[in-house]
């Protein structure tokens, strides 16, 4: 069965995410291009400290193992890792945009969308497959996504493009489990930091100067960057794109709370009863997990 530290792993990382637009919401001021490329440009440093401080060898293993492969193999595993970082790099910057330039619940709809085609792209691409029950809570899922969309549909575009990029992200990390996943992240983000170097010119119109800028940026970068992609990644190595998929619901939900409690964004009627579906999908989904959580506290008692 799963472990369960990989399956909190995942919980974690998404409860930390989902408190991420209540501090990104304090740099609306600066353009989204701006708060991306720091945000990059630290988790890049922090990245390379941890690496060549303290896991040169791992890395080096690394480097062997992929050297080591057959030419196809080897140029696979190689496009799979700067795929990786693309699709990271866009996904943040559309989801820093949706978050201060058009509203947290659009932010949140987008990861209502994502476990879905996650879950669907994991049996579709790498075979991973769902109980009955499963496919039960997928359906209920997509029928609470259909409603919050009826709602929002200028904003769908933004959701879903959003949602999109990571659940592909997500798929295609189960493909290289074979690597440590902080030298993933490193070779992912620093590859982000070339793409947004290259194209810098449309996305920094100046630096910022504010020291509260940079300290917040510091925060972004160590706690909602790279703490929960390692987590995330970390959970990958044994539980499917599926589960990891439905477990993203944790993040939404705390960015519609954010958003309807701190920030008093609206919401209609439709869109609640959409959120309340997701509960009762999560649960459904996620049964054999609560069961094996209350044997072993039942155990332990």
């Not at 630290?42 to 791992?58: E, N």
């Not at 690394?62 to 492969?69: G, H």
């Not at 990644?233 to 619901?249: D, H, Q, W």
Request: aromatic share 16%; proline share 2%.
């Amino acid at each position: 069965m799963t472990n369960l530290r990989h399956y909190f792993s995942a919980v974690a990382a998404f409860v930390i995410w989902g408190f991420f637009p209540w501090l990104l919401k304090s740099l609306s001021e600066y353009r989204s291009g701006e708060i991306l490329y720091f945000r990059i440009l630290f988790a890049a440093a922090l990245l390379l400290v941890i690496v060549f401080l303290f896991r040169r060898q791992t890395f080096k293993k690394d480097i062997d193992f992929i050297k080591a492969q057959p030419v196809g193999a080897r140029r696979r595993m190689i496009v799979n890792l700067l795929v990786g970082g693309a699709l990271l790099t866009v996904n943040w910057l559309i989801f820093i945009y949706t978050v201060n330039e058009v509203n947290i619940r659009t932010a949140s709809f987008s990861y209502l969308i994502c476990p879905v085609l996650t879950a669907v792209m994991g049996f579709a691409i790498l075979g991973e497959n769902l109980s009955r029950l499963q496919w039960f809570a997928v359906g209920l899922c997509a029928a609470s996504c259909t409603m919050i969309g009826l709602s929002s549909v200028s904003e769908l575009g933004y959701s879903f493009s959003t949602a999109l990029t990571y659940g592909l992200y997500l798929v295609l990390q189960r493909k290289g489990s074979q690597l440590d996943r902080i030298n993933v992240l490193c070779v992912q983000i620093l590859f982000s930091f070339l793409l947004l170097n290259i194209f810098s010119f449309y996305l920094v119109e100046t630096v910022p100067s504010s020291s509260d800028f940079y300290t917040t940026i510091v925060v972004i970068a160590a706690i909602f960057t790279v703490l929960p992609l390692f987590l995330n990644l970390f959970a990958l190595l044994k539980v499917n794109s599926a589960t990891v998929g439905i477990l993203m619901y944790i993040n939404p939900l705390f960015n519609f709370t954010i958003a309807i409690f701190i920030f008093h964004e609206q919401i209609t009627t439709l869109q609640f009863v959409g959120y309340m579906i997701i509960l009762v999908a999560l649960v459904a989904f996620n049964y054999p997990y609560i069961v094996k959580v209350r044997s072993m506290v039942a155990r332990n008692a």
